[in-house]
Structures are given as structure tokens and as C-alpha cells.
């Protein structure tokens, strides 16, 4: 649905343009960078860039099927902070957050989401397909470098938790309070704004950012999810009205509406 795609609102947030994530080369054609790197038998980076010496700390270890869910984890919110904490340092934490969202889009194509996960594939490959998503979305450098050196370090399939991470850092950082609104129809940009404000008023917040999702089952109005797990719930919706009223006439079962 469009709207599960649209960009998250923002009030207060003043993000930068988007930039080319390439540059140009000795021989005057449009190339990404190389990350300079070389990889040592302890199996960290020696480097004299700051990304690359960044992630090379996030380390694993062994013990059990619980023990690598809590490993891969620890790992994602591991990478998501490294990659923030030097965009946050050179000023283009913004246009990162950006490269994040979007890079999420693209990976709602699960084709490309296995293509990268596969162990089998040539890394060279991934890479390959990484920098055509990074020319076509003009990702930060610093954006294509660090998804590099996650394939290097076989830890590309991990992506879907690093962007969730990365969002939770990025709002830690900047103050962010994300709401979750929920309506029947996409809502025009003033009745978003007007929300965003509400739910500033509510936690005090910074900014606020608001991602919108479609959901006909609500018959007409609107929800906001917001908080710690989304822990605060407003129900506007006509369905709550209707479900309100059948508790308040008897009904021990919800309305069932047939369209």
C-alpha cells in the first residue's frame, strides 16, 4: 500500500537533501569509493577509517540456539550504534536515518533481502547488488561502506534488525518520539501535523515522527500508537465507537461488521 511506503512526517526535524552516494573517479567516471581495508586473522580491521574501525568491535560468541538469538541481537543494536554514533560525529546522522528508510523499502522485496542473506552467494555479488540500490536511492558513502563491510563480515543478513536498531538509536538521539497512526484513509498532511503536535503535548518530546498504515478495519477515524513498545494506545476510530456501544447494550462478542 502506498501509505505503508509514504515518508514518516516529521515536526521539528530539519533533514539535509539527499546527496549522490558516488563520486568520481581518477579516469572521470562515476564510482563509489573503496573502503581501504585489510582484513587480519583475528578477524578485525586494520584501518584508518573510522566506520570500518567502529563495527570491527562487534564480536560474537558461541552457546546454544538462545545464546545466538541474544548474540545476533546484541550484534544488530551493536552495528545500528557504531554506524550512528560517526554519523552523529560528522554531522550526517540525518542523511543516514534517510538511507535506513529507504534501504528498508527495498528490502520489503524478500528476492532481495534472501539474495543478500544467502551464505552461498558471492560476496562480490552482494555488493554489486547493493551499490545499484545505493545509486538508485543516493545513499551516504559512509551508508554503501558500512553494508560493505557487513558482507565482509557475514553479517548482511542481519540488516532487518540493524535498520530497527538504528531507528531506536537514531530517535534516542535526536529526541524523537515515533508514533504509529493508523486510518482507513491516507490523512492529509495537516491532520498529521495537528497529531504530531498532540503527541509532542503528550511526552514532551523533541520532534516527533509519524508513520502512517492503512488498516480498513477500522471502518472510519483513526489510532496513534506511541511510547516505550508502543505502550500508549488513542482509539478515534469508528470501530471502538461501535464496539463500545455493543458492551454497553449487552453484547458479549465484538460487532462484525459485513461489507
Avoid: W
Avoid at 158 to 182: C, G, H, P, R, W
Avoid at 226 to 241: K, L, W
Wanted: hydrophobic content about 40%.
Amino acid at each position: 500500500m502506498d501509505a505503508l511506503k509514504a515518508s514518516p512526517v516529521a515536526l521539528n526535524v530539519h533533514c539535509a537533501p539527499s546527496t549522490r552516494a558516488f563520486q568520481k573517479g581518477a579516469n572521470g567516471s562515476n564510482c563509489f569509493k573503496p573502503l581501504k581495508s585489510a582484513f587480519l586473522r583475528n578477524g578485525l580491521y586494520q584501518t584508518q577509517n573510522p566506520l570500518a574501525a567502529k563495527v570491527s568491535q562487534v564480536r560474537g560468541g558461541g552457546g546454544g540456539h538462545r545464546s545466538v538469538v541474544r548474540m545476533a541481537e546484541t550484534a544488530a543494536g551493536n552495528y545500528a550504534t557504531a554506524l550512528a554514533e560517526l554519523a552523529r560525529s560528522d554531522k550526517t546522522l540525518d542523511f543516514v536515518n534517510s538511507d535506513m528508510e529507504k534501504l528498508s523499502q527495498f528490502l520489503t522485496d524478500k528476492m532481495v533481502y534472501n539474495f543478500l542473506a544467502n551464505p552461498v552467494v558471492d560476496p562480490q555479488k552482494k555488493k554489486g547488488v547493493l551499490e545499484k540500490i545505493a545509486d538508485e536511492a543516493n545513499f551516504q558513502p559512509k551508508t554503501l561502506n558500512f553494508l560493505y563491510i557487513l558482507v565482509d563480515n557475514k553479517r548482511i543478513d542481519l540488516i532487518e534488525d540493524i535498520i530497527k536498531e538504528f531507528e531506536l538509536v537514531y530517535n534516542q538521539m535526536t529526541d524523537t518520539e515515533l508514533a504509529i497512526v493508523s486510518s482507513v484513509v491516507k490523512l492529509e498532511n495537516h491532520h498529521l501535523a495537528e497529531i504530531a503536535k498532540k503527541v509532542q503535548s503528550f511526552t514532551g518530546s523533541k520532534n516527533v515522527r509519524l508513520k502512517t498504515v492503512i488498516d480498513p478495519s477500522l471502518i472510519a477515524g483513526f489510532t496513534i500508537r506511541f511510547g516505550s513498545s508502543g505502550s500508549n494506545f488513542i482509539d478515534m476510530s469508528v470501530r471502538a465507537e461501535l464496539e463500545k456501544l455493543a458492551g454497553q447494550i449487552g453484547y458479549k462478542e465484538k460487532i462484525q461488521l459485513v461489507s
